[in-house]
């Protein structure tokens, strides 16, 4: 159980365009998503959580404008890279809270590997 | 503000050697501490998990940490290291309702 996916798990896009990335919790309902950004060679930085039908509350330094997040509901969260240039590349890893557990564990998706050219 | 450190950025032991990986915490509140693994382009593995219980936590690939709250930190160890070891690892922690705070990362490297 507590199987997080993400798609596509990669995606190459031209400079300008704009990327939208799927998460999803196949298995539970997440209370709380999360969103990750990982450069190569360094650790993961969180950049933003959401909720359920809230607004996402994003890290300092995250244009909000840019990375537009929404978690309509308890099974999906969606990350859209909008105007992606080639600094966006990186790899997106997100991860759910599930609801109702004692312990609030958080399970990860395998990532999406963004390439912009 | 909690956080983890992450202490050696490499190490590299021989293969059948033990392997030490040190993380140490600050929380004003008791933590929560996970170990994670990262091959090589691929996600996240949950090697193991402190959550207040046994302070000695046994993992998945015969890994291990011991949760030490006067040193504040929660080391992972592995009595012989196997060249499918060698991959990324992150020490991760939080607190109450907060998101999972990252180390820095160590990678390990096995030589044979």
């Known amino acids: 159980g507590a199987v997080v996916s993400q798609h596509p798990s990669r995606v190459i896009c031209k400079s300008g365009t704009s990327v939208k990335i799927e998460c999803r919790s196949l298995?539970?309902?997440?209370?709380?998503m999360f969103w990750y950004r990982q450069f190569p060679k360094q650790s993961l930085m969180l950049m933003a959580t959401s909720n359920e039908g809230s607004k996402a509350t994003y890290e300092q330094g995250v244009e909000k404008d840019k990375f537009l997040i929404n978690h309509a509901s308890l099974t999906l969260s969606t990350l859209t890279v909008t105007s992606a240039h080639p600094e966006d590349s990186s790899f997106y890893i997100c991860?759910?809270?599930?609801?109702?557990?004692?312990?609030?564990?958080?399970?990860f998706g395998p990532g999406t590997r963004l390439t912009v050219l | 503000a909690q956080s983890v450190t992450q202490l050696g950025s490499h190490v590299s032991v021989s293969e059948g050697a033990l392997v030490l990986l040190r993380c140490n915490y600050s929380?004003?509140?008791?933590?929560?501490l996970f170990w994670y693994v990262q091959y090589p382009n691929q996600g996240l593995q949950l090697l193991l998990k402190?959550?207040?219980?046994?302070?000695l936590v046994k993992g998945i690939n015969g890994f291990e940490a011991e949760f030490k709250k006067s040193e504040t930190s929660f080391h992972l160890t592995k009595p012989s290291a196997h060249m499918s070891d060698a991959a990324e690892y992150f020490c991760a922690h939080f607190s109450g309702n907060t998101p999972l705070v990252f180390g820095k990362g160590t990678r390990l490297s096995v030589i044979a």
């Open positions: 991860s759910a809270r599930q609801r109702d557990r004692v312990v609030h564990e958080q399970f």
């Open positions: 402190y959550t207040s219980a046994a302070t």
């Open positions: 298995d539970f309902q997440a209370t709380t």
């Open positions: 929380s004003s509140v008791p933590p929560y």
